[in-house]
């Protein structure tokens, strides 16, 4: 069956009283937000899904698919402002109906006694998703299931299946207020891991290391103070990356490292570095940051960087060599799996590297690790005011050139604050422009272990 946009009341044959509990806009809203639907995008509600949810997914993309007892959510239903026209289908019908990797997002309410486990559950909702595409889940435990649920446990769950960047919120007192019979409410966002990724990422920095510089004939060799590589021309964006080093800063480091400045802005400058720290660079890159942090934190301290790019690594190594650098070293690592002990280091810096992580939240985790229990997170990249169209969150090229794997800044520090952090500051930095009707810029974040 399906609902046209400008549906009418002879059009709307379904009249019932909708999903229990989810009446209050501000419980929705938080949901269809966490989806980060856009007008062209294709969305599957399924589940107990209210009649408030499907009216904010139908006005906000071109095709809501509703799998759900429809009755119960249908009379609730008000059109206005709808923009999508809507597909009821049986749940039943779901996997035979919509094709595998087509659907832009999917929202799914799912409880014990719908019958569904929780990951064979999120496993077929991941299966619908395009690469890039977001599940956001509630998942209700009422107060006589039998699961037993725990947060960390759906959080596991959601990484089996596929998922990354996965955000766990638990509204216990919300969803309560609105239905005693609901003893927990978790809501869990995660976006579809996007394959070759990380291969495409590392192919390109591993041609760039490999060239002799990457600054352009009208800068001295030895001192970009514009970070001339993170960018591509194979993007059609207005993105222009910047680190804002002095050549004061550049000029005396060996130019294996200084003609190949990849960031999108100046970590060192405000991680205020003592003698004697022990500071981690994530993405070390041809060695930079790591250089300048070594000079610092001296003879006592030691600076390591941590990249995923062979030909990176030797750059850095020579450049170290070359320049008799005694206090530091480069690892060969993921971000998402440091190769380093657990509380480590007084200060991790990074810069312009994380957006290039397919799983963002790991990489918290990851530098909340291995900081010292008062260490900070001081670092530049690239994150967006909204989400990006589908189709750039998916190209190589955008991936590399440290744009398509940016996400919308509020997913961004939220994932920062569930990994443990306490923020000290977040400012727009000096990198910046525009991909389509997106805003595409660099944070300068300063965060703690507490
Ligand atoms: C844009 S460059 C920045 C390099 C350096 N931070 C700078 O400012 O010049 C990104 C670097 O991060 C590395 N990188 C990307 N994804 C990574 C990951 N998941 N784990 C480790 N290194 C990664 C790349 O190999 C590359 O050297």
Not at 1 to 6: D, P, R
Not at 112 to 140: I, S
Not at 211 to 228: F, I
Request: with cysteine; charged share 20%.
């Amino acid at each position: 069956m399906t609902i046209e946009n400008n549906i009418n009341g002879e059009a709307n044959p379904i009249n019932t009283t909708g999903a229990q509990g989810e009446n209050s806009a501000g419980y929705v809203e938080v949901i269809i937000q966490k989806a980060y639907l856009r007008p062209e995008y294709a969305v599957l509600l399924s589940g107990g899904v209210s009649g408030e949810m499907l009216r904010q997914a139908a006005s906000q993309a071109y095709k809501v698919y509703l799998a759900a007892d429809a009755a119960k959510t249908i009379d609730e239903f008000n059109e206005t402002g709808m923009t999508a026209s809507v597909e009821i289908l049986q749940p039943v019908e779901v996997q035979a109906q919509i094709p595998p990797e087509s659907m832009d997002a999917v929202i799914a309410v799912i409880d014990p006694e719908n019958g569904n486990q929780p990951l064979p559950f999120m496993k077929t909702m991941a299966a619908l998703l395009r690469p890039a595409g977001r599940l956001v889940l509630v998942v209700k435990e009422p107060r006589s299931g039998s699961w037993d649920l725990d947060g960390s446990r759906l959080k596991v769950l959601m990484h089996k299946a596929d998922l990354v960047n996965v955000i766990l919120q638990s509204e216990p007192d919300k969803l309560a207020a609105h239905d005693t019979s609901i003893q927990e409410c978790f809501f869990l966002a995660g976006s579809k891991n996007v394959a070759g990724a990380r291969s495409n990422v590392r192919k390109r920095y591993q041609s760039l290391a490999e060239e002799s510089s990457c600054c352009g004939e009208t800068e001295p060799s030895c001192c970009c103070s514009s970070s001339c590589c993170c960018g591509t021309e194979e993007v059609d964006s207005t993105v222009t990356f910047n680190t804002g080093y002095s050549i004061e800063d550049i000029q005396p480091l060996p130019e294996e490292s200084a003609s190949l400045t990849l960031g999108c802005g100046n970590p060192i400058a405000r991680a205020n570095l003592q003698p004697g720290e022990q500071v981690l660079d994530i993405g070390s890159g041809a060695g930079i940051d790591v250089l300048l942090a070594a000079r610092i934190v001296g003879e006592k301290g030691k600076a390591v960087g941590v990249d995923m790019t062979p030909a990176m690594l030797e750059r850095a190594r020579l450049a170290a060599s070359k320049g008799k650098f005694s206090n530091v070293e480069f690892k060969m690592g993921h971000a998402e799996a440091l190769p380093l002990e657990d509380n480590t280091f007084d200060a991790v810096i990074s810069n312009c590297v994380i957006n290039l992580c397919e799983d963002k939240g790991k990489v918290f985790e990851e530098i909340y690790r291995v900081l010292h229990s008062g260490g900070r997170m001081v670092i530049s990249d690239i994150v967006t005011d909204g989400d990006l169209p589908l189709e750039a969150r998916l190209e190589a090229a955008g991936w590399a050139a440290c744009i398509s794997g940016a996400l919308p800044h509020t997913e961004y520090l939220g994932l920062l604050k569930q990994a443990g952090f306490s923020i000290e500051g977040v400012q727009q930095g000096i990198s910046g422009g525009t991909l389509g009707d997106t805003r595409v810029y660099s944070l300068e974040i300063t965060a703690w272990k507490p």
